[in-house]
Each structure stands twice: as C-alpha cells, then as structure tokens.
C-alpha cells in the first residue's frame, strides 16, 4: 500500500518561505515513485479543497493554480521518493491544511496534511 507523508508546515510571516515536503513509499507492489504524479492541495476553514500544483510522471510537467504561479514552485526528487513544494512570498490567504496526492492510474494516495500558517 502506498503511504504518503507531509511535513514542513508551521507558521510564517507573510512574506515569508516554507519549503513542504511529501515522503512516499511502499510502493513494493505498485510501481515505483517515478511513474505516479505528485500533486499538493490545500483546503482552508470553511473552503473546498483546491489543487496547488501538480507535477506529472515521466517528463514532469507541472501545473499550478493562478493564484500561486510565481510563488510556488514544485520539484520531485526519484531518487528520494519525495515531492516538494517551495513556497515564497507568503500571504495570510495561503494559510490552510496542504495535502500531498500520489496518483497513477486512477489510484489516489493521500497524505494526512500539515499545516501551514502565515500571519504576523
């Protein structure tokens, strides 16, 4: 069964960096980290849960929300079996519970969250 694990969260001020990380494993069944897309999500008090970014299998090809596009970026290391998310100039509206997703083929693979927190 494949595990998915956040860490990296906490509490910024706005302006301020945090770089996520998402740990993945057992995959001793399913493949191998490098064939599945990470994705980072985030859900607010009181809001739907919303897609961040996306990085894709193989090529890598990324895909982010408008609403973050310059100030986050999100990378995969194989090598690792761990997906990032550096985020930059932090805003109070980025404060929410951030969500790693590993999915292939229709099989999706969720992480518990970690919080992350920008107020001065």
């Known amino acids: 069964q494949v595990q998915v694990v956040e860490s990296g969260g906490g509490l910024v001020q706005p302006g301020g960096s945090l770089r996520l990380s998402c740990a993945a494993s057992?995959?001793?069944?399913?493949?191998?980290?490098?064939?599945?897309?990470m994705s980072w999500y985030r859900q607010a008090p009181g809001k739907e849960r919303e897609l961040v970014a996306r990085i894709r299998a193989g090529g890598g090809s990324t895909d982010y929300a408008d609403s973050v596009k310059g100030r986050f970026t999100i990378s995969r290391d194989n090598s690792k079996n761990t997906a990032y998310l550096q985020m930059n100039s932090l805003k109070p509206e980025d404060t929410a519970v951030y969500y790693c997703?590993?999915?292939?083929?229709?099989?999706?693979?969720w992480g518990q969250g970690t919080q992350v927190t920008i107020s001065s």
């Open positions: 997703k590993a999915d292939r083929y229709g099989n999706e693979y």
């Open positions: 057992g995959f001793t069944f399913s493949g191998t980290f490098s064939t599945y897309s």
